[in-house]
């Protein structure tokens, strides 16, 4: 019986020396752990603060495809940048923000480059398609539209862009009487065949086109008007006919009985719509 309790103190012993060894070795690797991962943040760290990882001049910034109207020495006039400064305390995003607040970007994506150090930069611009004139407070507001009915004041974007010619579309009224339709009313207008110069949105009972062949009173504007512009089409060989001056407006509040209103009083005129068009 004291055979048996021997062993088993010493079976006891030899365990507690086992496991004081294991914790040791885990105090150890805690340690080299420790050491290895302050080693490589500080590494990290002094690789981050090398002057190779600066951003000294604006040609270390690359403009991708998108900027068509903006050059790129205008949009890196932009960033608020100054150099040098580090690489890793430039912020992207909020780059990126600043940038989509400019009303001639719609959208910016600004990503880091390690090699070479730089920016690279990528924009969406707002193409103007339409000049807008709107009376508000006793003076008329002129400002640009987009294909999306995003608006954009005319002094800015003539600031960016000095040397760029103007839409030749002219929208007037306010935008609240169109936005809600806008695009697909300039969908519709820029696919005619017919040239639309003018639209005017200030009667919001009728909304009214100026084109090549004259005025052309749509009426509310709803989801006929695809179909209205269609019709209108189709009405081009009244341009073979009359003169522009002869009509005073042409009708197609209802596309399915197009009128056009002839300067003689009280003289109307149904045109013959050909059916193959």
Same mark, same amino acid.
């Given at each position: 019986?004291?055979?048996?309790?021997?062993?088993?103190?010493?079976?006891?012993?030899?365990?507690?020396?086992?496991l004081?060894?294991?914790?040791?070795?885990?105090?150890?690797?805690?340690?080299?752990?420790?050491?290895?991962?302050?080693?490589?943040?500080?590494?990290?760290?002094?690789?981050?603060?090398?002057?190779?990882?600066?951003?000294?001049?604006?040609?270390?910034?690359?403009?991708?495809?998108?900027?068509?109207?903006?050059?790129?020495?205008?949009?890196?006039?932009?960033?608020?940048?100054?150099?040098?400064? /580090?690489? *890793?305390r430039?912020?992207?995003? =909020?780059?990126?923000? #600043?940038?989509? @607040?400019?009303?001639? !970007?719609?959208?910016?994506?600004?990503?880091?480059?390690?090699?070479?150090?730089?920016?690279?930069?990528?924009?969406?611009?707002?193409?103007?398609?339409?000049?807008?004139?709107t009376?508000?407070?006793?003076?008329?507001?002129?400002?640009?539209?987009?294909?999306?009915?995003?608006?954009?004041?005319?002094?800015?974007?003539?600031?960016?862009?000095?040397?760029?010619?103007?839409?030749?579309?002219?929208?007037?009224?306010?935008?609240?009487?169109?936005? /809600?339709? *806008?695009?697909?009313?300039?969908? =519709?207008?820029?696919? #005619?065949?017919? @040239?639309?110069?003018? !639209?005017?949105c200030?009667?919001?009972?009728?909304?009214?086109?100026?084109?090549?062949?004259?005025?052309?009173?749509?009426?509310?504007?709803?989801?006929?008007?695809?179909?209205?512009?269609?019709?209108?089409?189709?009405?081009?060989?009244?341009?073979?006919?009359?003169?522009?001056?002869?009509?005073?407006?042409?009708?197609?509040?209802?596309?399915?009985s197009?009128?056009?209103?002839?300067?003689?009083?009280?003289?109307?005129?149904?045109?013959?719509?050909?059916?193959n068009?």
């Amino acid at each position: 019986m004291a055979g048996i309790i021997s062993v088993s103190r010493t079976d006891l012993a030899q365990r507690r020396q086992k496991l004081r060894r294991q914790r040791q070795m885990k105090i150890i690797q805690a340690i080299w752990r420790t050491f290895a991962i302050t080693g490589l943040a500080g590494g990290l760290l002094w690789v981050a603060v090398q002057p190779v990882w600066m951003l000294k001049a604006s040609k270390q910034i690359v403009m991708k495809s998108g900027n068509k109207l903006l050059s790129d020495q205008t949009t890196q006039s932009l960033l608020a940048l100054s150099y040098p400064q /580090s690489l *890793w305390r430039i912020e992207p995003s =909020a780059i990126a923000n #600043s940038l989509k @607040k400019q009303p001639t !970007i719609a959208q910016a994506i600004v990503r880091r480059r390690l090699f070479p150090p730089g920016l690279i930069i990528e924009i969406q611009e707002r193409v103007p398609v339409a000049v807008t004139q709107t009376r508000g407070n006793n003076k008329v507001i002129i400002g640009l539209l987009d294909a999306s009915g995003a608006w954009m004041p005319l002094e800015k974007y003539i600031s960016l862009n000095p040397t760029k010619k103007l839409p030749n579309l002219r929208v007037i009224g306010s935008p609240k009487q169109y936005c /809600s339709y *806008w695009t697909q009313l300039h969908e =519709a207008v820029s696919r #005619s065949p017919i @040239k639309v110069m003018e !639209i005017n949105c200030q009667n919001p009972t009728n909304l009214i086109l100026k084109t090549e062949l004259g005025n052309v009173h749509l009426g509310v504007p709803g989801p006929q008007l695809s179909e209205q512009i269609k019709v209108l089409a189709q009405m081009r060989p009244l341009a073979t006919k009359f003169n522009s001056s002869q009509i005073e407006y042409i009708d197609l509040k209802n596309p399915e009985s197009p009128l056009v209103q002839m300067n003689q009083k009280d003289q109307k005129l149904t045109p013959k719509i050909p059916k193959n068009i």
